[in-house]
C-alpha cells in the first residue's frame, strides 16, 4: 500500500480546494476590481426646458466603470462629451459631471433603494443653461441598469413616474448668493 496516492494526495487535493473555494472571492475582486454596478446605464432626470420653468424628461446613457468604489462614466450627447466621477459604497453613488463642448457641471447623489444595482434614486444639480443668464437648478433623477430606450429603462421610468414627475427647482441664480 502506497501512502502518498491512497491517502496523501487525496488530502491535499481536498485541502487545497478548500482553500481555493475560500480564497476565489477575494483573487476574483484583486485581479478585476470590484466591479459590481460597472456597464452600461442610463440616467433619467426631469431638467427645466424653457423660461416658463417647464419641465421634461431626458435620458442620457453612460458606460459606468467601478473599481475599488471608484467611479467613472462618460456619455456623448449631441456635440459634446460629458465626463463623470464619484464614488459608490454599494448603496449610495456620488457623481460630479462636467462637459467639454458644451454647457454642464454639476453633481448626482442617489441611493439603490432596493439593493439590487439595478437602479439608484436621486437628484441631479447643476448649471442649467436654457437662459442666457445660467442658474443653479435641482431636479430628480433615476440611474437605470440598461440602455437608453430599452424596456428596464422604461419599466424603471413607469415605476418611478411620481417621484421623476417632481419639479425642478432653481436653487440659486448668479452670483449664485443662495
Known amino acids: ?7 496523501v494526495v487525496p488530502v491535499l487535493a481536498a485541502i487545497a480546494g478548500a482553500f481555493a473555494k475560500a480564497a476565489y472571492p477575494d483573487l476574483k475582486a484583486f485581479v478585476l476590481g470590484k466591479r ?3 456597464g452600461t446605464w442610463t440616467l433619467v432626470g426631469s431638467e427645466i426646458k424653457d423660461a416658463q420653468g417647464n419641465c ?3 435620458e442620457e446613457a453612460l ?5 475599488d ?6 456619455s456623448e450627447v449631441g456635440d459634446f462629451v460629458r465626463e463623470y466621477s464619484g464614488f459608490t459604497n454599494d448603496e449610495y453613488l456620488a457623481l460630479a459631471y462636467n462637459s467639454r ?4 457641471t454639476g453633481s448626482i447623489v442617489a441611493r439603490d433603494p432596493s439593493g439590487t444595482k439595478k437602479v439608484f434614486v436621486g437628484y441631479w444639480q447643476g448649471l442649467d443653461c436654457t437662459l442666457p443668464e ?12 440598461g440602455t437608453a430606450g430599452s424596456a428596464e429603462v422604461q419599466n424603471m421610468r413607469n415605476r418611478f413616474s411620481a417621484f421623476l414627475a417632481q419639479r425642478c427647482e432653481v ?8
Open 69 to 74: 468604489r471608484v467611479l467613472k462614466a462618460k
Open 36 to 38: 459590481g454596478i460597472s
Open 56 to 58: 421634461a424628461l431626458f
Open 1 to 7: 500500500m502506497d501512502l502518498s496516492t491512497d491517502y
Open 134 to 145: 445660467k442658474r443653479l437648478v435641482k431636479g430628480p433623477a433615476i440611474l437605470v441598469r
Open 101 to 104: 463642448g458644451g454647457p454642464g
Open 171 to 178: 436653487v440659486a441664480t448668479p452670483p449664485f448668493n443662495p
Open 63 to 67: 458606460k459606468l466603470r467601478n473599481n
